[in-house]
């Protein structure tokens, strides 16, 4: 592998005082906390890697937009040639916004509604990952009565564990997720040819953040066998899509994001005898940690048990520690005393459940301090909400030294822009 193919992202990128050539305390004092920060060069040294490691396959990158899907971030998709994984209509207009072309452009998801296939049809997206009969008979019809072609893959549910929390594994047979592989067979059999929806794909994603690459092997190697079997009854496949799931580093001292030279070793060796089009679906390993979330102590708390750290980001800026225990590294910015305390950090919602880390140890700290927590650029923003009337916080995107806010804080105008204030009852 050349130095060039590297994906661990350059350890100078991020440090105690700055992300990639900026002060983060400075970052704090012009836009307030709590703050999402994202490293430019960390996001485009992830891209590289993934790119050097496809040469010479006939490779589609389509970054799953559900995991960040600030305007600035899908511009420098954009930018560096990528596609895009969506799974709504709000998803498509951002993607189209950013300069992304509809033939990168791949549509997943459970529940397409009839309106959002129909504004995916005409925008002419690349392809539509199908979940169930009941929507492939809808975007059958759909594509017939507005003579549009188009394509359509088989979302497979090939029933492997991916060894990751329960919450987001999705290739269980249990899981909501894509059909069988008898159910697949049976949609290839009786599609009918004439249609101006070509039945000529599959995809598979059988779940996030996984960290060992078994799981990806065994349901690709059930797939290639799977396309295989079509190919033999005469059902050419032109394009297999591998979904995503590559797992990132969370906690330092343990985890290790996936290499991607190995992963993409499996998927070249599992679907060695593939001819058509891969499609790769990454999200949270493209730009998870490139993010940091910026957030200053409130005050600490002695309770009658345990010391809390209270700061002014909660869980509608970060759901993932309470929604599945996830663990986020937690540090300070700057100083770093030479004392060490033990304490839960917490943030100001009422919910015993907003709260980021519990017994963690931290250099001894004071109310106004600021910490940073890390790896926050996927699954942080694009899942924040407002709940206890909390505005959105602020996004900033840092490159080589310089910085631009890329969302502006939400003003309380704007929270509460959709609220009626004089209902005007109607009778029917
Ligand atoms: C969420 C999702 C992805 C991205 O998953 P990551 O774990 O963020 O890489 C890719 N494909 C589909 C269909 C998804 O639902």
New binding site residues.
């Given amino acids: 592998m050349s130095q060039s193919c590297n994906a661990r992202i350059d350890p100078t990128l991020s440090s105690s005082v700055g992300i990639d050539g900026v002060d983060l305390a400075v970052l704090a004092a012009r836009f307030g906390t709590p703050l999402q920060v994202y490293s430019a060069g960390a996001i485009r040294q992830r891209i590289h890697a993934l790119h050097c490691e496809l040469i010479g396959l006939d490779a589609m990158v389509c970054y799953?937009v559900?995991?960040n899907s600030n305007h600035a971030v899908l511009q420098l998709m954009a930018q560096a040639g990528l596609g895009a994984?969506i799974?709504s209509s709000g998803e498509l207009r951002r993607c189209l916004r950013a300069g992304i072309a509809a033939e990168r452009i791949v549509f997943?998801?459970v529940g397409k509604s009839e309106a959002e296939i129909i504004e995916a049809l005409d925008a002419r997206v690349s392809r539509f990952?199908v979940e169930s009969f009941d929507e492939l008979c809808l975007l059958r019809q759909l594509a017939d009565q507005r003579a549009t072609t188009t394509h359509a893959a088989v979302r497979i549910n090939p029933d492997v564990d991916a060894q990751t929390h329960a919450k987001i594994s999705?290739g269980r047979a249990e899981n909501k997720f894509g059909v069988s592989f008898d159910e697949a067979r049976r949609w290839f059999a009786q599609h009918p040819r004439t249609s101006r929806l070509r039945l000529d794909g599959l995809h598979v994603?059988i779940g996030?953040?996984i960290l060992n690459l078994d799981p990806f092997r065994v349901a690709l190697e059930r797939t290639a066998a799977f396309q295989r079997e079509l190919a033999g009854q005469g059902h050419l496949i032109t394009s297999l899509d591998v979904?995503?799931?590559?797992g990132v580093r969370y906690r330092d001292d343990e985890d290790r994001a996936i290499d991607i030279a190995d992963y993409v070793d499996v998927v070249r060796r599992s679907l060695h005898d593939f001819r058509g089009r891969l499609v790769f679906?990454?999200?949270?390993?493209l730009v998870a940690e490139a993010g940091l979330l910026l957030t200053r102590i409130i005050r600490i708390k002695h309770g009658q048990q345990r010391r809390f750290v209270v700061v002014d980001a909660a869980m509608n800026d970060l759901l993932r520690p309470s929604l599945y225990d996830a663990w986020h590294d937690i540090a300070p910015v700057l100083k770093a005393s030479e004392n060490r305390m033990t304490c839960d950090i917490v943030g100001p919602v009422c919910e015993t459940g907003d709260t980021f880390a519990r017994s963690r140890e931290l250099p001894e700290c004071a109310a106004g301090d600021l910490l940073m927590i890390r790896t926050t650029g996927?699954y942080a923003a694009s899942m924040a909400s407002n709940y206890n009337s909390r505005p959105l916080a602020a996004e900033v995107m840092v490159d080589d030294g310089r910085y631009a806010a890329i969302r502006q804080r939400q003003t309380f105008e704007q929270m509460t822009a959709g609220d009626v204030m004089t209902p005007q009852w109607q009778s029917l």
């Fill in positions: 799953a559900k995991a994984d799974v997943s998801g990952n999705t994603h996030s953040q979904g995503g799931g590559l679906e990454p999200g949270r390993w996927a």
